[in-house]
Structures are given as C-alpha cells and as structure tokens.
C-alpha cells in the first residue's frame, strides 16, 4: 500500500526538541521530493520545509529556519523533522507530505500532533 | 515571499450550484499551482496541479484555470461530500505558500 505514516509528536515545554519521522512504503522514496507541512488548530495550512530526493537541497519557512532541521534516510525511506528551540507558536499537526514531478503535494500522511506549553 | 489571497474566505451554497474559488499570487507564477481539498477532521487532498490539470481520482466537477497571478477552482456541482475548506498551492518558488483558504458550507 502506497502511504506515508507520521510519529514523534507529543507535548513539549517550551524550549525543547521534538524529532518527528515519516515513513514511507509502496513507492520509491528517493525519487520524491517531500516536504513538511503544519496546521496549527483551527488555523490554515503552512508550509514548513523541503528536501530534495538526494537530501542535497534543502528550504525552510522563515518562521522555522535555524531552528528546524529537515532530513531523510532513503536507505530506510524515512523523512524526519528535527524541532529545537520550540515555541507555542509551533503547536499544530504536522504533516508530511509527497512532492510529484510537477512540485503538487499528491500523497499525505495521516498528520502528527506536536503541543508546545508553557 | 510570494503571497497568495483567496477569495472568498467562506461561502454558502446548496447542493448542485457551481462554486468559483479564486487565488490571487502577488506575482507571476505561471502555471505553478495546485488546489487541494480537506474535509473536518482529514488530511488534505490534491485536486488540481498546474493550475489546470485533474489529478486522478477526482471528479470531473472540479476543474482549474488561470495563468500568472489569477487562479480559479470551479466546482460546477457541488455535492454533499465537497463541503470543505480549499486551498491554494503554490510551488513556483521557496518559500511555498498557501492562500488562506476557503470554507464551502451548506446553505
């Protein structure tokens, strides 16, 4: 079955480090182009970051540069987000999500909870 | 960063009018968007890439158009599994941006 399924999320005090995973079946993982994105509750969809199939190239949001870390292991198809310095601001479900070869996200995961307290 | 406004915010329809969403870019993008689709409580969904093309799977109700800075997603009748937020995409540059969305609620 072709799915994304996304882990790690949970609560954090403010300040602290999150590494969230997605993992990858039915497809060929290094070929895609994949990207993370986040909603915070009752808001709209924000682009996160990306990563290139290779892991060469690599974007972020302003809101979470130098203080996320994106990164991907094709040899065990598997995305991950590395989250420092959190803030309640980050607080929201975080998706990844499949980038095709005309750059639509075709293919979500199912979404992971991250709640930043005070 | 490129900005992208969609209009309206929210609507109300009835089941079987035609529904127009518009995305404005705040520059050129050529045809380098998509409109996705998420219902209460799911994971959002690719309805449209390049602005134009029907992913597979989808209706043919749904349909895109538009170039540049202008974008439209049209439902040209609307079903009771269509109400929903939509979205705008786009993937021209970095960083991506979304519109703000637009909720489709029952008249």
């Known amino acids: 079955e072709v799915q994304l399924v996304e882990s790690g999320g949970g609560l954090v005090q403010f300040g602290g480090s999150l590494r969230l995973s997605c993992a990858a079946s039915g497809f060929t993982f290094s070929n895609n182009e994949m990207n993370w994105v986040r909603q915070a509750p009752g808001e709209g969809l924000e682009w996160v970051s990306y990563?290139?199939?290779?892991?060469?190239?690599?974007n972020y949001a302003d809101s979470v540069k130098g203080r996320f870390t994106i990164s991907r292991d094709n040899a065990k198809n598997s995305l991950y987000l590395q989250m420092n310095s959190l803030r309640a601001e980050d607080t929201a479900v975080y998706y990844c999500?499949?980038?095709?070869?005309?750059?639509?996200?075709?293919?979500w995961g199912q979404g992971t909870m991250v709640t930043v307290s005070s | 960063a490129i900005q992208m406004t969609q209009s309206p915010s929210s609507l109300s329809a009835s089941v079987g009018d035609r529904v127009t969403i518009t995305c404005r870019a705040s520059?050129?993008?050529?045809?380098?968007l998509g409109w996705y689709q998420q219902r209460p409580g799911k994971t959002p969904k690719l309805l449209i890439y390049?602005?134009?093309s029907l992913q597979s799977g989808v209706p043919s109700r749904f349909s895109g158009s538009g170039s540049g800075t202008d974008f439209t997603l049209t439902i040209s009748s609307l079903q009771p599994e269509d109400f929903a937020t939509y979205y705008c995409l786009q993937d021209y540059s970095f960083p991506r941006t979304f519109g703000q969305g637009t909720k489709v609620e029952i008249k």
């Open positions: 390049a602005a134009s």
């Open positions: 520059q050129g993008i050529g045809n380098d």
């Open positions: 990563i290139s199939g290779s892991g060469r190239i690599i």
């Open positions: 999500a499949r980038e095709s070869d005309l750059d639509a996200f075709d293919m």
